[in-house]
């Protein structure tokens, strides 16, 4: 096994697992910190972007308007749909190249939809998902800047539901309720168990 695909729901405590995995020596691909550079001012994706939205989707110094097309995304699924197309291609193609740069490392793929995509599943050899109440979702959530708990449950209740998630699981960490010194016993195990050399 050489590729892991990492998922979870928002608040979840994902990328704090994703960092516990670099400690153990896996080399990261987060496609959502792709997806911020992508959609950045002078970001690869922001003429297409703005073609496609229009003014309104970009902030004043050309990034994208992320709080606009939160919105968008939440009343329009075309919208949503055509923002996903445009986007998903450029991260499949720099998450490519990134996995190319291991330098004989485990890949972990750092991949929120991965629930939602056959292409995403097809790609890693094993499936770990981070899991926790949707109450505890929502509430880590709120405490990061701009968000409230209305818009906290509104995107925990668009993705994928938790049974979704688990059952595409090789395994599972639950995340709630547990200290970080559990949490990273947890990641470390399963790490030797599929990892570390024989």
Known sequence: MRTLGLTGGIGSGKSTVAQRLVACGAHLVDTD????ALTQAGGAAMPALADAFGPAALTVDGALNRE????????????????????HPLIGDEARRQAAEAAGQ???????????????????DRVLVVDCSE???????????????????????????????RAIADAVIFNDGISVQVLDAEVRALWQHWFAPD
């Open 33 to 36: 910190a792709i997806a911020r």
């Open 68 to 87: 606009h097309m939160r919105q968008l995304a939440f009343t329009d699924a075309a919208a949503k749909a055509r923002l996903e197309g445009l986007l």
């Open 106 to 124: 485990p890949v972990v793929f750092d991949v929120p939809l991965l629930t939602e995509s056959a292409h995403w599943r097809a790609r890693v």
């Open 135 to 165: 109450a505890t979702q929502a509430e880590r959530v709120c405490t990061r800047p701009g968000w409230s708990h209305d818009a906290a449950r509104r995107v925990v209740a668009q993705q994928a539901g938790r049974a979704a998630r």
